[in-house]
């Protein structure tokens, strides 16, 4: 397999994916990722990078969402496709040990209900938050997108940031468009105190392939 990689030659998007997809050889379906090497400086709290976006065709998985609301919103949460929506008694299911679910999305009035589930939502990237989108009185449309395909990232301790964008067997122009949106929301969304080159390095990669360098 390493032999068909290209080193470090960086290739043009759709290049970079026909090279990414001739690796498509396990039993398994291997999930797409790409990585941007930015340059932030990731210990100052005004470069940090985080958010979320729609991928243009999905991540090719079925997606569990749960959702805290109360009134109408429970109706609207089931009729967008929510796994499960409830109050007090989904917490104590969750604090019971129940976490069969991808996404938590929450009304902000049921933030009493959800805040106490930190320690348990926090360490696994659960949590809601307002910043990521998750905490919304629009508990309808959140469910949508991230039924339809919506990823959130945040850039780690060395500046990268990551995130699946896809599976192998998609089509190429399926995949490269999906990564093309990602990269996109990526650069749109430089800090202003970031000074010189912001995107540095850009990489995609399947679950058992080897990292091909995307020219910028």
């Known amino acids: 397999m390493a032999e068909k990689a290209p080193g470090k030659t960086p290739l043009p998007l759709p290049e970079a994916v026909k090279l990414l997809k001739s690796f498509d050889n396990r039993k398994f379906e291997q999930t797409v990722e790409v990585a941007i090497r930015t340059g932030i400086d990731p210990r100052q709290a005004d470069q940090i990078v985080r958010g979320s976006v729609v991928l243009p065709h999905g991540l090719g998985k079925t997606v569990r969402v749960v959702v805290f609301a109360k009134g109408d919103r429970v109706d609207e949460a089931k009729a967008a496709g929510a796994d499960e929506v ?27 209900v959800v805040g106490p589930l930190g320690k348990v939502l926090g360490p696994r990237g659960l949590m809601p938050s307002p910043r990521a989108g998750t905490v919304t009185p629009d508990v309808g449309k959140a469910v949508r997108e991230y039924k339809a395909g919506k990823v959130e990232f945040r850039n780690d301790s060395g500046g990268n940031v990551h995130a699946p964008v896809g599976k192998i067997r998609f ?29 540095r390095g850009i990489t995609i990669s399947a679950t058992m392939s080897p990292g091909i360098r995307v020219s910028i």
């Open 171 to 199: 089509e190429e122009q399926k995949l490269v468009e999906n990564i093309r949106a990602f990269i996109d929301h990526v650069i749109s969304l430089k800090p202003a105190a970031v000074k010189g080159q912001y995107i």
């Open 86 to 112: 409830g109050g007090p008694e989904l917490a104590e299911k969750i604090k019971g040990g129940w976490l069969e679910f991808d996404v938590c999305i929450a009304a902000p009035d049921m933030m009493g």
